[in-house]
């Protein structure tokens, strides 16, 4: 098992950035594929971006692809969510997430491990 705890959030201003980190605990981190979800109210959990094991591959959702970057520090037992350029409609909950299994997937339910979420507000 491994246990998530998010961090960074906060309030920010439209076209200003943030840096979320989620710190990894437990079972090594390097053996998850890892992702960031975010949750508006009781709207559905969406996928924001994904990260495979070695950080060799990545994926964003297509509303914050050329703004926001996903990494990871295995040796850290790290994941980073780096946004720039942010808009009010990215106000949301960020969670992290992780995974078995080598598939970097898109579907909420396929991730076995989250963390509490951070909340991250960005005015217009």
């Known amino acids: 098992q491994v246990q998530l705890g998010e961090s960074g959030g906060g309030l920010v201003q439209a076209g200003d950035s943030l840096r979320l980190s989620c710190a990894a605990s437990?079972?090594?981190?390097?053996?998850?594929?890892a992702a960031w979800f975010r949750q508006v109210g009781g709207k559905e959990r969406e996928f924001v971006a994904g990260?495979?094991?070695?950080?060799?591959?990545?994926d964003y959702a297509d509303s914050v692809k050329g703004r926001f970057a996903v990494s990871r520090d295995n040796a850290e037992n790290m994941l980073y969510l780096q946004m720039n350029t942010l808009k009010p409609e990215d106000t949301a909950v960020y969670y992290c997430a992780a995974k078995y299994g080598v598939r970097l997937t898109r579907i909420t339910s396929d991730y076995n491990f989250w963390g509490q979420g951070t909340q991250v507000t960005v005015s217009s």
């Open positions: 990260i495979v094991q070695s950080g060799l591959r990545t």
């Open positions: 437990g079972r090594s981190f390097s053996t998850y594929v």
